[in-house]
């Protein structure tokens, strides 16, 4: 039996219950390791760094992230399905 969408989406109504960022932070410190919390967290400023305009030397010197991940980052924020535009919107 494989996995099916059904449990993604699951866990996106979890998320959605979540009322603050205390919530999240229990939620996500249970779910997660505090590795891909960390993982989540540095990929989500990389796309606010090349939102902004940042170059691949200055996000590196900024987040440690490497070339690898800005890349891949750098390919969700151009031709994603937007969800980083969603939460980096100004107007939120």
Known sequence: MGFSI????????????LKDVDDCRKFFEDVFTIKEIESISQR???????SKGANYQEIIK???????TISRVSKCV??????YKLVLEENK
Do not use: Q, R
């Not at 989500?44 to 090349?50: D, F, G, H, N, Q």
């Not at 900024?62 to 690898?68: P, W």
């Open 6 to 17: 059904e449990k993604y989406d699951e866990l996106f109504e979890a998320i959605l219950k």
């Open 44 to 50: 989500l400023e990389v796309a606010k760094l090349l």
């Open 78 to 83: 151009n031709y994603g399905k937007g969800g």
């Open 62 to 68: 900024t987040t440690g992230a490497s070339t690898a």
